[in-house]
């Protein structure tokens, strides 16, 4: 139990604080987006007298920010998973076998130029339309998915 207690805390304070500290050298080196997220957050800031919840989940640009970071920058290099039965895989003669450790990285998902043009560069926009997300299968997966999804 005190394991867990301390994994929670040290992988919320450092993929916290390692998404902030990429986000904010983005907008450093890319003024005009910089000069956007500051106008959403002083006019959100206006509009509810201060700081307040709803206020911060009203700040799409924020969060588009938020989820170019975690594709360019993803906080973690793989991600690891077990085979819990044999699988062949569509259009091959390729069959993962149970038991198999299975590691998907997220680097060539994340800067696959299919899914994301010019995946070097830092476009927000890119996430305007968090529905049109892994439409065309599983590639943008910064905290995985399924039932192993982080739960930070």
């Given at each position: 139990?005190?394991?867990?207690?301390?994994?929670?805390?040290?992988?919320?304070?450092?993929?916290?604080?390692?998404?902030?500290?990429?986000?904010?050298?983005?907008?450093?080196?890319?003024?005009?987006?910089?000069?956007?997220?500051?106008?959403?957050?002083?006019?959100?800031?206006?509009?509810?007298?201060?700081?307040?919840?709803?206020?911060?989940?009203?700040?799409?640009?924020?969060?588009?920010?938020?989820?170019?970071?975690?594709?360019?920058y993803p906080v973690l290099p793989f991600l690891d998973r077990t085979c819990l039965r044999d699988y062949k895989v569509e259009n091959s003669d390729l069959v993962i076998e149970k038991d198999l450790d299975v590691y998907i990285p997220m680097f060539a998902l994340h800067y696959n130029p299919e899914?994301?043009?010019?995946?070097?560069?830092?476009?927000?926009?890119?996430?305007?339309?968090?529905?049109?997300?892994?439409?065309?299968?599983?590639?943008?997966?910064?905290?995985?998915?399924?039932?192993?999804?982080?739960?930070?």
């Amino acid at each position: 139990m005190m394991a867990q207690a301390l994994q929670f805390f040290a992988a919320g304070f450092e993929t916290v604080s390692g998404t902030l500290s990429f986000t904010l050298y983005e907008l450093w080196v890319n003024l005009q987006l910089q000069e956007r997220l500051r106008t959403e957050i002083f006019d959100n800031f206006e509009k509810h007298d201060g700081i307040a919840c709803e206020g911060v989940s009203e700040m799409k640009f924020l969060d588009m920010c938020i989820a170019e970071t975690l594709r360019k920058y993803p906080v973690l290099p793989f991600l690891d998973r077990t085979c819990l039965r044999d699988y062949k895989v569509e259009n091959s003669d390729l069959v993962i076998e149970k038991d198999l450790d299975v590691y998907i990285p997220m680097f060539a998902l994340h800067y696959n130029p299919e899914f994301f043009p010019q995946p070097q560069k830092y476009d927000p926009q890119r996430f305007a339309d968090k529905c049109k997300i892994n439409n065309e299968g599983l590639y943008y997966v910064p905290f995985g998915d399924g039932p192993r999804i982080c739960i930070e």
